[in-house]
């Protein structure tokens, strides 16, 4: 089976942090659903007429577009794919975008999984962060969406924000664990070139936390969780049994997927295409029937290292038969030699056939991935 991406580049606030693509919501924006609803019409076939069994409404932020927009491209999608009956399908919303009669609309449309954009529960962190919401806003969220009868659940959290300690962090997890909630994704704050916080840490304004407080946030995190009843299924995801994103994990298993609307990325095992980064190039492209996107041909060894990237940051890891079978001995040969190192560091274990970091190693996870990527042929 395979899944749809729809990205939605509209905010009403840009956050200090976020390096996605978006833009400020303008007045209007329905010329931009109309191309993405024509974009599916262009590349239905790019997934070679494949089930499609998960649907995510990303951003930006989908929730500040109608609910008549959302009702128009699920139709246009049920109209022009096949639509698994039991399909998961997300919408990431912003809490103050949302109140009783939006979630109970959204699940007239089917829509079974939502995301909160929660991110702290500390209205310190959030004015930092650059949040439309409050603290408060965001527990009246979660207990509406809960409450509308939705049971898959998501909301997002960050740690490693300036100013906040391991108290703090603490505190935020605690309080999460309040609410009956399946899912959560926790991410590290990472300061990316071209956000507010580059700006002002270049100003001297914004000052990292220390590699001590960092690593001391994310054994909470995974201790915490543990203890919660959550499983850590991906370095930034913790679900209860059967909550796993299933849209998520698709990217890490590498299913195929398309992704609609601008800077969006496509995957098809054997190709990746990704939509240019302007809501006016991508319009007036679709508009004039001109070529919207880029793609490459994946060789054998950017396949193998999309593998690796992907597998190593979940707990299934590394599944040596598909190796074997896949890329063959020379991979299989490839991927042995250069885990020998980290098993003696006790930073990959290997259970069964598979090769897993153990939490030692999800620290430093980048560096690890970045030792297993086979040099392209120049």
Known sequence: MAGIYIHIPFCKKICSYCDFYRIILPGDYSILIDSLIKEAEI???YLKDEVISTIYFGGGTPSVISLKEIERILNHLY??????????ITIELNPDDIDPSYL???KKLNINRVSLGIQSWRDNDLVLLKRRHNAAQAEKALINTINAGFENITIDLIYGIPGMSSADWIANLEKTFTFDIKHFSA???TIEPGTAFAKMKEKGLLAEIDEEESANQFNILIEKAEKAGFIHYEISNFGKEGYFSRHNTSYWKQINYLGLGPSA???NNYSRQWNVKSVNNYINSIRNNKSFYEGEELSAK???NEYIMTSLRTMW???LDFVETTFEKEGYDYIINTAGKFKEYGLMKQENKNLILTNQGKMISDNIISEFMMPEEE
């Open 187 to 189: 991410y590290h704050l």
């Open 302 to 304: 950017t396949r193998f």
């Open 265 to 267: 990325h496509s995957f």
């Open 317 to 319: 890891g590394i599944d």
């Open 43 to 45: 590349r239905k076939n």
């Open 104 to 106: 109970k609309a959204l």
């Open 79 to 88: 109209n022009h794919f096949k639509i698994d009956t039991n399909c998961e």
